[in-house]
């Protein structure tokens, strides 16, 4: 499997300077997250898996019990990676 672009960019951090591995990967990570606008990575990833649900849901006519289960467990997510970022959930 190919690496992801946040592995690349870790690499890259590397192999150009004195960074650690840790170093590398906070300052890809702030990166990413400023380039984007997430509040913290991955929160864009998580926002997606919910559309595609909710479009296979309504596309399908299948039960909402997921979309429920879904939605809970990214409010429950959300709130928790916003507090570690710094921010108010």
Not at 8 to 24: D, F, K, R, V
Not at 55 to 81: F, K, M, N, Q, S
Request: proline residues 3%; negative net charge.
């Amino acid at each position: 499997m190919m690496p992801s672009y946040r592995e690349q960019l870790i690499h890259q951090l590397q192999c150009q300077g004195p960074l650690t591995e840790q170093g590398a990967i906070e300052l890809t990570d702030a990166a990413i997250t400023e380039a984007t606008g997430e509040a913290y990575t991955g929160e864009l990833a998580m926002l997606r898996t919910i559309v595609r649900t909710v479009r296979a849901a309504a596309r399908y006519a299948t039960d909402l019990d997921e979309i429920r289960r879904l939605l809970a467990e990214h409010a429950g997510t959300d709130a928790v990676e916003r507090v570690k970022a710094g921010e108010r959930p």
